[in-house]
């Protein structure tokens, strides 16, 4: 290995504490990505960091080039056989972690420092293509202050680690007029801002196109959050909060699947009671539904209505979305009521289930009306013994029969599936619609919020002359899950999420907070779209929005914000500091008696001549020179040490 450069050892002699803070920066900035990486990755980061930290503290030889060389193609090899690619979100994120580490392993000089730097802000921002919340954004700015610090410390190595970080600070606060500017003025875009098309949104949870025993149980373990609704006047009862979703006609025995779409510029329906008005906020699920109250009187902008009252907005709902709804939560619905459509609800497969069928078929041959058969069916649900549990036993394909008869324990997919069953069967048309029920009330910002735990599945039935009726099965058997929600419907032992545990106020209080608090970071920072930007710039009086006027805006925006800057900056540089003050005070009582100090005069040279000038005052000019001279050019100046120098000078007198 060659012998180090000078600018190496400049490197390896800076103090070890500064290496310190170099790398938790650099840490930092990976360490979120720890829990998606690769095992292999993240154990051979870490492996390097220490190895890089052992080198510095014992002051070894870094690794010469071919074993580097051969580190970063293993790396990459094995960066493309775990995921096929080294393209990507994923794959470029675990290439990147590595590379910035073994960049470690070849740290000479400080232009290598400075591309470490670089390359740590570039992975911090990586990390919201996974998360875009509140924590994540406080991390990785506490990620740039240390690793800024320590880009101020590659200049400045003599300082304390305090001060550098005090540096840094300062100019961040300094950059966030501009970084303000950019945020509000800096043309919009449509979509996500932060993810890539084929992997943003692979974790996403929610409702599916389908559904079997087991599908919406699933998501009864989960408390993130579907969408927010801010009513405009009090919030209807909630056993009448039915968030609709997809509607599913075919049935092959076990699944639930969609019939065909046909949509709609508008709905066909009877409005029989007031509306409810209302504003959703919906989390991104990478589907084509919206959500709504039974039923909106249009469906929003970019979106359709289907005949069975399915809101789809016209791109897939790929970021958060807000959208107005009216509503009428009394109504007549007659869309979707074809002869073609009312056979689709009548169908059953002829070989499954034959105690449900047969049930069925004696209520039909029982009762001479729809109704009649609707109201029995209701009663034998609300009598026959059903609990609502989150883990139904496991069943076979004929689980409707199992369920009904044998077990009687299952979600509200049983409920839905077996009730919509038995009516068919029994010659009513029906259907099982999906969505959610239900919501909880943020007392902190009024919001209700409905979470992926309240998914929600019921029945349709047609009854001529009053079109689809709403039946659920669910509310029949429990009537707890929707008259105070799913946690309050299922066994005290269940396993339930704690943040929607009734027993623990002090959780449920912290979490009313939180969600308050990201919703105004969800409304006003992240989902900060073309709209709100036009309209914030309407009220400022900004009627121009389109790019061209708001590239010309922001550039003179931001040349404005400079120029403030910079002119605050050269006064600031301009005007003495305490320090400093203090020195020029003391100077000036000294010219006063003759002994003007040169512009290239030092202060120990200066303060040496004037003392053989004044014999007398020696003591006092020497201790005023050297005090000067340490806390401008040595030591941090401290408030007590820059107190005693102007005490000093204010005693001298030379006179």
């Not at 300082?159 to 550098?164: G, L, Q, T």
């Not at 005070?585 to 004037?610: H, I, M, N, Q, W």
């Amino acid at each position: 290995m060659s012998a180090p450069t000078s600018s190496a050892l400049s490197i390896e002699s800076r103090p070890f504490h500064h290496m310190v803070w170099l790398l938790a920066g650099l840490a930092l900035s990976a360490a979120p990505h720890a829990t998606r990486l690769a095992l292999w990755i993240s154990i051979g980061a870490s492996a390097i960091f220490l190895w890089r930290l052992y080198i510095s503290w014992q002051h070894k030889s870094l690794p010469p080039r071919w074993l580097l060389l051969g580190i970063a193609l293993a790396g990459t090899i094995g960066v493309f056989m775990t995921f096929r690619t080294i393209f990507g979100r994923d794959a470029g994120v675990s290439l990147l972690v590595l590379l910035l580490s073994m960049k470690l392993l070849e740290m000479r000089s400080p232009r290598d420092v400075s591309v470490l730097v670089f390359l740590a802000y570039f992975l911090a921002l990586t990390n919201f293509f996974y998360s875009q919340t509140i924590p994540t954004a406080g991390l990785m700015l506490l990620t740039v202050l240390l690793v800024t610090g320590s880009l101020v410390g590659l200049s400045a190595s003599a300082r304390p680690v305090k001060a550098n970080l005090r540096t840094a600070g300062s100019l961040l606060l300094q950059a966030s007029p501009i970084m303000l500017l950019l945020f509000f003025l800096f043309p919009r875009v449509q979509g996500p801002l932060w993810g890539l098309p084929q992997d943003a949104f692979a974790g996403v949870t929610g409702l599916s196109d389908s559904m079997s025993p087991g599908t919406l149980s699933q998501l009864s373990q989960s408390d993130a959050i579907a969408f927010r609704v801010r009513f405009d006047k009090e919030s209807p009862p909630r056993n009448q909060l039915y968030w609709r979703g997809p509607v599913f006609w075919n049935f092959d025995g076990r699944t639930w699947r969609p019939g065909v779409l046909r949509t709609r510029e508008n709905y066909q329906f009877e409005a029989l009671g007031e509306a409810v008005e209302y504003e959703v906020t919906l989390e991104p699920h990478n589907r084509f539904w919206l959500f709504g109250l039974d039923i909106p009187a249009r469906p929003p902008r970019n979106a359709r209505v289907t005949d069975d009252y399915q809101l789809l907005s016209i791109p897939p709902v790929r970021a958060r979305v807000r959208y107005d709804l009216r509503s009428f939560p009394s109504y007549r619905a007659t869309g979707g009521s074809e002869a073609a459509d009312l056979r689709a609800a009548l169908a059953i497969p002829g070989i499954h289930n034959p105690r449900a069928r047969g049930l069925g078929i004696e209520w039909r041959r029982s009762f001479a009306s729809n109704e009649a058969i609707l109201r029995e069916a209701i009663r034998f649900f609300r009598s026959g013994g059903f609990q609502y549990t989150l883990q139904p036993p496991l069943m076979n394909q004929n689980f409707v029969d199992e369920f009904l008869f044998d077990t009687q324990q299952g979600f509200c997919e049983h409920f839905a599936s077996s009730f919509t069953f038995l009516m068919r069967a029994a010659g009513v048309p029906a259907r099982v619609v999906t969505g959610y029920q239900g919501g909880e009330i943020n007392p902190v910002d009024k919001y209700l919020v409905v979470r992926q735990a309240d998914a929600h599945a019921w029945a349709e039935v047609w009854l001529e002359g009053r079109g689809w009726v709403r039946v659920d099965p669910t509310a029949a058997a429990a009537p707890m899950r929707v008259d105070s929600g799913m946690a309050a419907a299922v066994p005290q032992d269940a396993s339930v999420p704690l943040l929607l545990r009734e027993q623990f106020d002090w959780v449920r209080s912290l979490r009313y907070n939180w969600d308050a608090l990201t919703n105004q970071w969800n409304q006003w920072v992240l989902g900060y779209n073309p709209e709100r930007q036009k309209d914030m710039l309407n009220r400022l009086g900004v009627t121009q929005t389109d790019w061209h006027a708001l590239a010309q805006l922001l550039f003179w925006s931001v040349a404005t914000a400079l120029g403030l800057t910079a002119g605050w900056l050269l006064w600031r540089v301009q005007r003495p500091d305490p320090v400093q003050k203090a020195w020029f005070a003391f100077c000036a009582k000294l010219a006063k008696r003759g002994l003007l100090r040169a512009s290239t005069e030092g202060p120990l040279d200066y303060a040496a001549r004037v003392a053989a000038a004044l014999p007398a005052h020696a003591p006092a000019i020497l201790a005023i020179s050297g005090l000067y001279a340490d806390l401008r050019y040595g030591r941090e100046a401290s408030p007590e040490a820059v107190a005693r120098l102007r005490q000093q000078v204010r005693a001298f007198r030379p006179d």
